[in-house]
Nanobody, 123 residues
Framework: QVQLVESGGGLVQAGGSLRLSCAAS???????VGWFRQAPGKERDFVAA????????YYAGSLRGRTTASRDNAKNTLYLQMNSLKPEDTAVYYC?????????????????WGQGTQVTVSS
């Protein structure tokens, strides 16, 4: 069983930055780790993902250029750097891990989930 624990959320003004962290209990059995977000009353949407081994990253179109996913394999930790934040970025951000190969980006393609961390961007 893989456990994921997010941290780093909080309240920030529009235009500001935040770095989210996700600590994984183990890396074994998973190939890709990623971030999703869910705003109130909306679906949980893909944000970004990174392959543990290769470090290859990919992003949702709406966030490309403002977010950077990275990982520290020695710490089993995933990061999401978010810049130029907008009020519409307000959501609960979830870390997730997938056992699939390729480039998973759908919610059902991820097998393990964290509890989420709240990001609130004020205007």
């Amino acid at each position: 069983q893989v456990q994921l624990v997010e941290s780093g959320g909080g309240l920030v003004q529009a235009g500001g930055s935040l770095r989210l962290s996700c600590a994984a209990s183990i890396r074994a059995f998973t190939n890709t780790v990623g971030w999703f977000r869910q705003a109130p009353g909306k679906e949980r949407d893909f944000v970004a993902a990174i392959n543990w081994v290769s470090g290859n990253t990919y992003y949702a179109g709406s966030l490309r250029g403002r977010t950077t996913a990275s990982r520290d394999n020695a710490k089993n930790t995933l990061y999401l750097q978010m810049n130029s934040l907008k009020p519409e970025d307000t959501a609960v951000y979830y870390c997730a891990a997938s056992t699939r190969t390729g480039a998973p980006s759908k919610r059902y393609e991820f097998d393990y989930w964290g509890q989420g961390t709240q990001v609130t961007v004020s205007s």
